[in-house]
């Protein structure tokens, strides 16, 4: 039963000597390091071993319940098969669950219950059971003292010329923040909301770039006209108001919007709807996107923070963290 061990012991080898070589080729006589590579190539590199070593971390947690599961059975003179099948008992599903269940997704159901219920009831217990399993590698670790041991990638770090693109706070920021989004993103529409209230508290020591990408069916135009817009709104000095107003209304953005907000912000009609069928905006939209891609940004929000990416399933909670390291 202790054969994961093994079997990670070799990745784990492999994965630290990986990470431990600053040279990653020779080519042509030379040798090349991480950072010789363009940023695009980096951030993808960086975020192959991350996830690797996510995968094997995962493999650690299987190894951490194998053995937790041996001891067990050694210690009540039981076999291995005995105490898993105790240990992921689950009990069933009753019908008054699965119903609860259902009716409070019966519109994404979109089907009668007699017809869904069993195929409900495996997923619940699939679910039930894979909690189970989760909440015993929790109790394994916390009993026994675990400590990861597989040395953690340092993220690359990229001098961005950002003089392109809008930003606020700072004039001599300890700590600059670079957000990729899009207006019609939900997730981003979160994000900007909880990154604004970071800088109306930290806004004196911390500097926000704000640079657009297109994520959010780009075949539709509308999230880049929206740019566009929001471009034509900073030659007027109403950026921020312009974002914050696009935001606001994201559910109802259309190819109208821009020339909307611009009424709502009291600016000049006439120079906003020239400026929205020009080359310039299009062009700084155009270049806005490339930034992004040119260093690895294929999905909406991203963070960079002083030039290093962030990764993290709370931007808002970690971006805080940081700040208030850096102040």
């Known amino acids: 039963m202790l054969k994961p061990v093994a079997a990670l012991s070799a990745a784990i080898m492999m994965s630290g000597t990986a990470l431990a070589q600053d040279v990653l ?21 960086f975020d192959n071993l991350q996830e690797a070593r996510e995968k094997n971390l995962s493999l650690l947690d299987q190894a951490v319940l ?11 003179n039981k076999s291995v098969v005995e105490v898993r099948e105790q240990l992921f008992k689950v009990e069933p599903i009753s019908d008054d669950e699965v119903k609860t269940v259902y009716e409070q997704y019966q519109g994404q159901i979109g089907m009668p219950f007699e017809q869904v219920k069993e195929q409900l009831r495996q997923r619940m217990e699939a679910m039930k059971a894979q909690e189970g399993v989760l909440a015993l590698i929790d109790e394994a670790k916390e009993k026994n003292g675990f400590t990861v041991k597989i040395p953690a990638s340092e993220s690359p770090t990229f001098l961005m010329d950002l003089t392109p693109f809008p930003y606020k ?8 923040i670079v957000e990729v989004a899009d207006y019609r993103c939900p997730y981003c529409k979160v994000s900007s909301d909880a990154v604004m209230k970071l800088m109306d508290k930290y806004g004196d020591d911390v500097r926000l770039y704000y640079v657009d990408l297109n994520v959010v069916q780009p075949a539709s135009g509308i999230s880049v006209k929206v740019m566009e817009g ?11 108001e312009y974002n914050k107003a696009a935001y606001a209304m994201q559910s109802d953005l259309s190819l109208e919007s821009p020339v909307q907000l611009a009424e709502k912000l009291g600016l000049n009609k006439q120079t906003f709807e020239a400026c929205l069928t020009s080359d310039a905006a299009k062009a700084y939209v155009a270049q806005s996107q490339q930034f992004a891609r040119s260093y ?3 999905g909406t929000p991203t963070f960079f923070v002083n030039g290093k990416r962030l990764h993290s399933h709370d931007p808002e909670a970690d971006l805080k963290a940081m700040i208030e390291k850096a102040l």
Do not use: M
């Open 66 to 76: 194998d053995i937790y599961i041996d001891k067990l059975a050694a210690s009540q």
């Open 25 to 45: 080729f020779s080519y042509g006589g030379k040798d090349y390091q991480l950072s010789d590579l363009q940023p695009e190539l980096q951030q993808r590199y």
């Open 296 to 298: 690895g940004v294929s």
């Open 230 to 240: 929001a471009y034509c709104a900073r030659q007027q000095d109403k950026y921020w």
């Open 169 to 176: 706070g700072a004039s001599n920021p300890k700590l600059t």
